[in-house]
């Protein structure tokens, strides 16, 4: 919650540019519940305010996930500092508090603010010079790769769970997630829905229904989707008739398992649904014989429409503006003029060779953070789980003597040791994470730009898409000539010859005119 002692903004001439916010994000509610983390990074901020003269005017506090932008104080951070342009100042702890993906790099890069990274010991304004703005920059790439990582781990633990035979998911419609007597979850029919999903599949059997009819059919029934009560529509519909998990099986990553859950349908009444799916719609699918790497990837300068791919006479590949804003000059491209382009601009990401050991410093220091904030995790996981473990040693001994019900003991015993399991989980994950090293994440990504140019060359068009829209933000075709906006930190690899030519190089390499730091 804000201190008592923050002023609100006062909207008048007097509101001077000593004015800042903070911004507190706890990465989960036993964090929050702990009482550690929001006080520290509360009592740090406030301290680092006195020392340099700051007035706090609002404080923001996230207390969820940082996995996606959207948090909803971070956004009401932005809102807040776009309508209060007098604050100039942004007060975090370090940098994967404020954010962990690119687009929140860009929302408050784009206040013009000055960032005050008070761990990190790092001041960011919009003066600071490059090298230090690409510092920044590779931290947030490190910071995005930590969640990636996390979220890997979380698949892992996913596909453990469907290899016993669990949905590791959201239940579909017809079944609900549940606790199952093993004490994980799962999911167990849904006695209503699931009447209802059998009967879809019954009739569409007969080949006498087409799914608009099932739809009808189904809202008349009242056959509704769980959350909202809205009846289900036709794409639902064709969703579940394809889905093999009503069967007692399901298909996970491509990958069918054996399911512990209790079928709807027998899976031969699914082969027939299957096979009038096939017959109904086998004249809808085409096989596509070209890719077009660049289709719907570049906006037209003249008109900000979408520029698409067409074939010519089955081989020659064109792209034009789709006109939807009405007549556009634009003539069409070939593909291979705006490949061409395109290589130029990958071209354009120049790594300095002595730029890698400075670089490496950096790293080293984003690695021993994360060690630090995973060794954190796992001091915390481990004392929950062992006052879990405790709790359960002393509810054993005092069902031995009576003094509570084997009722009692079952119960308690079934709340605790799902969580006991989370944990142990948890601390799995942050273990193994402990094996990946920041400083190797970090110069594989460093080896990526030096090879970026021969790299895209070699790739099939598909590739080359992909590559693209990690490097580039939006592209523009005018006139025959492809402008491109690098997403960060890309677009400072494009800088170096212009601005290290003005600016001191990075402590330990040469200022100037080196003809090395130049790339001349």
């Keep these: 919650m804000p201190r008592k002692t923050l002023k609100k903004i006062q909207h008048s001439e007097s509101a001077s540019s000593d004015q800042a916010v ?18 520290a990074q509360r009592k740090l901020l406030i301290d680092y305010e006195h020392s340099i003269a700051l007035r706090i005017v609002k404080e923001f506090v996230d207390i969820e996930t940082a996995k996606t932008s959207g948090r909803s104080a971070f956004g009401q951070m932005v809102k807040f500092l776009q309508k209060n342009p007098s604050v100039k100042h942004i007060l975090v702890e370090k940098t994967d508090r404020l954010y962990r993906n690119f687009k929140d790099y860009v929302l408050i890069d784009e206040l013009g603010c000055t960032l005050h990274l008070v761990k990190d010991g790092q001041v960011l304004s919009p003066d600071s010079r490059s090298s230090e703005k690409f510092i920044h920059g590779i931290k947030v790439v490190v910071a995005k790769n930590y969640i990636d990582n996390l979220s890997e ?3 892992k633990g996913m596909t453990e769970k469907a290899e016993q035979g669990i949905w590791p998911s959201y239940a579909p419609l017809g079944y609900l997630n549940t606790k199952l007597p093993s004490g994980k979850n799962g999911i167990a029919q849904d006695e209503i829905r699931a009447k209802l999903v059998r009967r879809l599949f019954e009739m569409y059997a007969t080949g006498n229904f087409s799914l608009k009819q099932l739809a009808q059919w189904a809202a008349s029934a009242r056959l509704t989707f769980r959350k909202s009560g ?3 529509n036709k794409a639902t519909i064709q969703g579940i008739l394809h889905n093999l998990i009503y069967t007692g099986d399901f298909e996970f990553k491509d990958k069918v398992y054996k399911g512990i859950h209790e079928r709807i349908i027998s899976r031969e009444l699914w082969n027939e649904v299957q096979s009038v799916l096939d017959r109904k719609y086998s004249n809808c699918y085409r096989v596509i014989k070209h890719d077009l790497p660049f289709s719907g990837l570049i906006r037209c300068g003249h008109c900000g429409c979408a520029v698409i791919g067409e074939i010519k006479k089955g081989k020659y590949i064109y792209y034009h503006c789709t006109g939807q ?26 790594l300095p060779e002595p730029f890698v050991g400075w670089a490496s410093d950096v790293f080293r220091v984003a690695n021993a953070d994360d060690a630090c904030l995973r060794g954190e995790a796992i001091s915390r996981l481990t004392a929950e789980r062992a006052k879990i473990i405790t709790r359960l040693d002393a ?26 399991d989370q944990l142990e989980r948890a601390i799995e994950h942050h273990q193994a994470g402990s094996n990946k090293s920041y400083l190797s994440e970090g110069m594989q990504l460093l080896e990526l730009v030096k090879i970026l140019p021969e790299l895209f060359e070699q790739q099939p068009p598909r590739e080359k898409r992909e590559l693209l829209k990690f490097v580039i933000s939006n592209s523009a075709w005018k006139e025959g000539t492809l402008t491109v906006t690098y997403r960060q930190p890309f677009d400072l690899f494009t800088t170096w010859r212009a601005t290290m030519n003005k600016e001191p190089a ?12 130049l790339l001349r």
């Design 395 to 420: 509810m054993y001994i005092d069902k031995l003597e009576g003094r509570i019900t084997r009722e009692i003991y079952d119960r308690l015993a079934g709340q605790w040791k799902p969580e006991l």
């Design 230 to 232: 809205r009846p289900v």
């Design 325 to 350: 804003r009405g007549k556009c000059p634009e003539k069409y491209a070939r593909q291979e003029m705006i490949e061409a382009q395109f290589c130029d601009a990958v071209r354009r990401i120049v």
């Design 506 to 517: 990075p402590k330990g390499m040469k200022n100037g005119q080196n003809e090395i730091w």
């Design 22 to 39: 903070t911004y507190i994000r706890v990465s989960s509610k036993p964090q929050e519940e702990d009482g550690f983390s929001l006080p």
């Design 153 to 155: 781990e979380v698949r």
